[in-house]
């Protein structure tokens, strides 16, 4: 599997941004993406996620983090093979490395509460500045 994050850029608060994560090379099922960011000497955050489940594992649902909650948005362009992080009224408080992840072949509670050890395949991270 492999994830490639790009979009990243400097740009001022109150701006929008886009992020994009283009995904291939699934060979099993992805039962959760996410996308998440980590600012210098914290820890890596998990800020949006779709849990891509099928009936009855409950469906389709959705995380997003308190601290986005209202500003980011994450979708999906099947036809494109690609993810989205739609960033809105961005604060100084958003810079960070942002990446993209993917449960493949398991599906866990985890990923509606943003936890890291959902994920088994990561992309190489894009670098948002807000200032």
């Known amino acids: 599997v492999q994830l490639v994050e790009s979009g990243g850029g400097s740009v001022e608060p109150g701006d929008s941004h886009r992020l994009s994560c283009s995904e291939s090379g699934y060979t099993n099922v992805a039962y959760c993406m996410g996308w998440f960011r980590q600012a210098p000497g914290k820890e890596r955050e998990g800020v949006a996620a779709?849990?891509?489940?099928?009936?009855?594992?409950?469906?389709?649902?959705?995380f997003h983090s308190d601290s986005v909650k209202g500003r980011f948005t994450m979708s999906q362009d099947n036809a494109k093979n690609t993810w989205y992080l739609q960033l809105n009224n961005l604060e100084p408080a958003d810079t960070a490395m942002y990446y993209c992840?993917?449960?493949?072949?398991?599906?866990?509670?985890?990923?509606?509460?943003?936890?890291?050890?959902?994920?088994?395949?990561w992309g190489q991270g894009t670098q948002v500045t807000v200032s």
């Open positions: 779709i849990f891509l489940g099928g009936p009855f594992l409950g469906g389709r649902r959705s």
């Open positions: 992840a993917a449960a493949v072949g398991h599906a866990s509670d985890g990923c509606l509460s943003g936890s890291r050890s959902t994920y088994n395949y």
